[in-house]
């Protein structure tokens, strides 16, 4: 190793021994330099990792072992003025060896002073780090990269709390799900993203608490968006603790699961609904045969009822039997209304007139232990449906209260309008955003559990004792409002009682007048009437009670048998046909053929169940008479005699009005009804031409400007199809046209009168 000028002070020998041990670390390269930065020692080290022999570096500048650009930035020179100054200088960076190749050094130099405290040179140690930093470079791009994947997540939001929840970090799947960018919510707290509801509950602080004591949270629920909006979210939370134990912080996980379950609700509403379908075959078919069969044990047990008058025995066994006829008419009236299959015949009203309708039966089957109360919000909205129908939902879902209170209690029957935004009926799937009539039954009675809820509107299923209920009055009531286009929640909790909100759309359309309820009183008539019933036990029942009321009737198995019967001129004023029958010809189409064939002739249909002959959209088609089996005789009566009264009244004319404004339809209609003619609308001329293609009409009032089809074209059509049929036009404006003045119409220019429009119809 050689040798610097021997200084003056310590002893030479001490100093031998410590060159001699610098001489051997062979892991540092330990030289020293010059004040110039020219090396003046060489260890063995430094022979080893850069390369050099002692004869080659001995007074050269240390900055050869620096690379081209540090050398040209002036690194070495810094690096000994920064030494002087400060009394050491520490760095690390990239050094070349004698083979040019490049290592990673770490750098310690020291300034040396003789005793006079002159600069005497530097003591200088290098140390090749390389394998050090590569790892701390693989460390350093690993943390980049996570950082990176973390970032790049954006179906994730992924971000740090303190240990009091605030946030610390903020990533782009945060951004995109909750709205806020990283500047608005690092350092607030996460409890921003809960709803009013959970943050006055306390639910952030319990998440974290939880993660803390179990070190894992799991938890689903509703977060807040920044724009005020709801999203169904999946939450994992888990602390973050230093080497010591102490708590840190939390990782927070949330991803976005709004659509997953929607999913989830779609499909168990899928699954739902294909049970309904299920349901309703079966319920079709069986009560089809089971309706038939009740028609002839009903019927014949009225037809015998005059000829056991007097003997008291035999009529108590009668009206007993008759009560199990009407019991097993409702059962199967229950099934078919859950299954959607109920013959509806909706018409618009305003539901109070129905709940003031059932008011005082429903205080007599509740009984005098349960209070009633009926709240009605003001400025009620009129709604569509059979209010038939929905005096049975209340008065069962009443009953259902009632046995839910049997310590007695209080029932609140509410109506008010409502309005079912985006917001809720994302969340729904089942139902539209619009304007509905609600309607709510309310009790305080023992409530249900969960479990018990889930399965609530499962027809059959029930809670009561065996006997004491069938399990299909929540059923029907869901089915009814379903199938009248609503909307059905039951909400209730165990302990606090039970509400059931039933949602009806809106009808913007004026209140119609109620269908007067038959009597019980047995209504003779005369006439006669053609029974068509492919079953010859409800045939022959039919028969008799017809026969019974003063009817003269005919009859026929099937469609082809009557038409025949009318082919060959027998003169009939009601056709009583079944929906339901085997044969080519269809019941639509024998009514069809046999309007044409007699025109005043009155068609009454009946049936156990209708499938879709003549229900669409779970409502009987426009104009289409219904009687359900199985019927009593005094319904049958009253049915009879209704519509062959209509037919008496209608010699007036039947007029089809066709208008697309609803208030213009309704007001037209209600004028012909007050002057006796019996009118029938359509508020498009397509609808009209459906309406034609069943009935026969005398007169078609229409408006000239409809959508689609206009009037003019709309008549021509009609025109084809019933020679005979007189048209008036009406408009706003100017004369209907060439077209009008071939069809030899009549136009009414709007605004006309009361006289104008009379007189327009009998010309």
Not at 533 to 551: F, I, K
């Amino acid at each position: 190793m050689t040798q610097l000028p021997k200084p003056a002070g310590p002893d030479f020998s001490a100093m031998r021994r410590a060159q001699l041990l610098i001489e051997r670390v062979a892991d540092y390269a330990i030289y020293m330099l010059h004040p110039d930065g020219t090396v003046a020692t060489w260890n063995a080290g430094a022979r080893r990792f850069k390369g050099y022999a002692d004869d080659e570096i001995i007074g050269q500048h240390f900055s050869r072992f620096y690379t081209d650009e540090d050398r040209t930035a002036g690194r070495p020179r810094r690096a000994l003025e920064t030494a002087q100054l400060e009394g050491k200088f520490e760095d690390e960076g990239w050094r070349v060896r004698k083979d040019g190749t490049r290592f990673w050094a770490s750098v310690v130099i020291d300034p040396i002073y003789d005793d006079d405290g002159a600069l005497f040179g530097f003591a200088k140690i290098t140390r090749d780090i390389s394998d050090k930093k590569a790892a701390r470079d693989a460390l350093q791009r690993s943390e980049h990269n996570f950082r990176l994947l973390v970032q790049g997540v954006t179906d994730y939001a992924i971000y740090m709390l303190s240990p009091g929840g605030d946030i610390t970090n903020w990533n782009a799947g945060a951004q995109r799900i909750k709205g806020y960018t990283a500047d608005e919510v690092v350092g607030t707290h996460f409890e921003r993203f809960y709803t009013p509801e959970d943050r006055a509950n306390g639910l952030p602080a319990r998440a974290l608490a939880r993660a803390q004591a179990e070190g894992h949270f799991e938890a689903e629920g509703w977060r807040l968006r920044k724009d005020g909006s709801r999203f169904r979210a999946s939450v994992v939370i888990d602390p973050i603790r230093n080497d010591a134990g102490e708590l840190v912080g939390f990782a927070k996980i949330t991803r976005d699961i709004t659509q997953r379950m929607q999913l989830e609700e779609a499909r168990q509403a899928l699954h739902h609904a294909q049970k309904l379908e299920a349901v309703g075959k079966l319920t079709g078919g069986v009560a089809h045969d089971f309706n038939n069969i009740l028609q002839i044990i009903g019927g014949n047990l009225q037809l015998l009822g005059p000829h056991v008058r007097g003997n008291d025995l035999a009529l108590r066994y009668l009206e007993t039997s008759l009560g199990a006829v009407e019991r097993g008419a409702k059962l199967s009236s229950q099934l078919l209304a859950f299954a959607r299959r109920q013959p509806l015949q909706p018409v618009v009203v305003n539901m109070s007139r129905v709940l003031r309708g059932t008011e005082e039966l429903l205080r007599r089957a509740l009984g005098e232990t349960i209070d009633v109360e009926t709240v009605v919000a003001a400025g009620l909205w009129n709604a569509q449906l059979d209010p038939g129908q929905l005096e049975n939902v209340v008065l069962n879902l009443g009953i259902n209260a009632r046995d839910a209170m049997p310590g007695g209690g209080k029932l609140t029957v509410e109506l008010q309008n409502a309005m079912l935004d985006d917001a809720y009926v994302n969340s729904t799937h089942d139902v539209p955003p619009g304007q509905y009539v609600m309607l709510a039954v309310s009790d305080t009675g023992t409530g249900m559990t969960p479990e018990v809820l889930e399965r609530a509107v499962e027809p059959f299923f029930t809670t009561k004792a065996e006997g004491k209920g069938t399990g299909l009055g929540l059923s029907m009531a869901f089915g009814f409002v379903k199938q009248s286009g609503g909307h059905f929640r039951i909400y209730s909790e165990v302990g606090h009682g039970t509400t059931i909100k039933m949602y009806f759309p809106r009808s913007h359309d004026a209140e119609e007048a109620l269908p007067a309820a038959p009597s019980g009183e047995i209504i003779h008539g005369s006439g006669t009437i053609l029974v068509v019933e492919d079953d010859l036990n409800v045939q022959a029942t039919v028969v008799g009670m017809l026969t019974s009321l003063g009817y003269q009737v005919l009859k026929a198995d099937n469609a082809e048998s009557a038409l025949s019967v009318l082919k060959a001129g027998v003169r009939c004023d009601l056709l009583f046909t079944d929906v339901v029958m085997p044969g080519p010809v269809k019941c639509t189409e024998l009514a069809r053929q046999a309007k044409i064939m007699l025109p005043d002739l009155e068609v009454l249909f009946t049936s156990g169940y209708t499938q879709n002959a003549i229900i669409h959209g779970g409502r009987l088609d426009p104009g289409v008479q219904l009687l359900s089996k199985p019927y009593r005789r005094e319904q049958l009566a009253h049915k009879v005699h209704q519509m062959l009264a209509n037919r008496v009244k209608a010699a007036g004319k039947r007029v089809l009005v066709v208008e697309d404004e609803p208030q213009a339809r309704g007001m037209c209609c209600d004028i012909l009804r007050s002057v006796g003619h019996v009118p029938d609308s359509a508020e498009s001329a397509e609808q009209a031409l459906e309406l034609l293609g069943r009935e026969r009409f005398d007169v078609m009032l229409t408006d000239i400007s409809l959508p689609g089809m206009d009037g003019v074209a709309l008549a021509q059509a009609a025109r084809a199809q019933w020679p005979g049929l007189r048209i008036v036009f009406t408009s706003g404006y100017g004369d209907a046209g060439p077209g009008a003045a071939q069809l030899g119409a009549i136009h009414l220019r709007k605004p006309y009168d009361l006289r104008q429009l009379i007189d327009a119809i009998k010309a």
